[in-house]
């Protein structure tokens, strides 16, 4: 079983993940705006299976890579916490572009807001990156089995990521025109969301590699 401490401390960083503009959240807010919350929500529905096959193929491969090539943590940790650095940066670079500045999409049906969801969400990079570098960094061969430490780590992941996603898609046109109005606070998320990314790099760097 994976500790309570470092369970929260991934949920934290599964909440700065999701926080960071992306693939999935421009396609949802972009949905949602263009077609209604409906539309928005039933994306989700894809977004969300295509979660489970990131945590899945996760589970299956950390565990053999963990159990056939022991290095292969450090490289993991190290992939890690560049990976941070680069959410980091792309949080507070000159530029950076809100996610709430929604594309223009057209309508579609039931079956395929499903579908496109799905296939944003499988091929997300941000996504396959977190849980091949981010996500081993919370799993020990001393704390049991690591099949198991994995899918606790993932259904985790998908809960946090499930409930801001969902608000994102219900109150996305009320955000939207509130960061409008207030550009300042969209800029001091932004900078308070590259620290907090760059501090957890930070922690990866330092992380002492584990051994069975």
């Known amino acids: 079983m994976v500790p309570t401490h470092d369970l929260l401390i991934f949920a934290a960083a599964?909440?700065?993940m999701v926080l960071?503009?992306?693939?999935?959240?421009?396609?949802?807010?972009?949905?949602?705006?263009?077609?209604?919350?409906?539309a928005g929500v039933?994306?989700?529905?894809?977004?969300?299976?295509?979660?489970f096959v990131?945590?899945?193929a996760a589970a299956v491969g950390l565990t053999a890579v963990f159990l056939a090539v022991p290095m292969a943590y450090e490289a993991l940790k190290w992939a890690g916490a560049l990976y941070l650095v680069w959410m980091a940066w792309q949080a507070v670079k000159p530029g950076a572009r809100s996610p709430f500045e929604a594309r223009e999409l057209a309508p579609d049906s039931s079956s395929k807001l499903v579908v496109m969801g799905f296939m944003t969400s499988v091929l997300?990079?941000?996504?396959?990156?977190?849980?091949?570098?981010?996500?081993?960094?919370?799993?020990?061969p001393e704390h049991g089995s690591m099949f198991t430490q994995s899918m606790m780590l993932g259904l985790t992941q998908i809960s946090v990521s499930f409930t801001v996603n969902l608000l994102i898609a219900l109150f996305?046109?009320?955000?939207?025109?509130?960061?409008?109005?207030?550009?300042?606070?969209?800029?001091?998320?932004?900078y308070v969301m590259g620290c907090v990314l760059a501090a957890l790099a930070v922690r990866l760097m330092l992380e002492q590699r584990r051994t069975v």
Do not use: D, E
């Open 14 to 16: 599964c909440l700065l």
């Open 20 to 38: 960071t503009p992306g693939p999935n959240m421009i396609y949802l807010i972009s949905r949602s705006i263009c077609q209604g919350r409906k």
């Open 42 to 51: 039933t994306s989700l529905i894809g977004v969300v299976a295509g979660f």
């Open 54 to 56: 990131h945590m899945f």
């Open 124 to 140: 997300n990079p941000k996504v396959a990156v977190f849980y091949l570098s981010v996500f081993p960094q919370f799993i020990s």
């Open 172 to 190: 996305a046109s009320g955000i939207a025109v509130w960061f409008v109005r207030n550009p300042l606070w969209l800029a001091v998320q932004r």
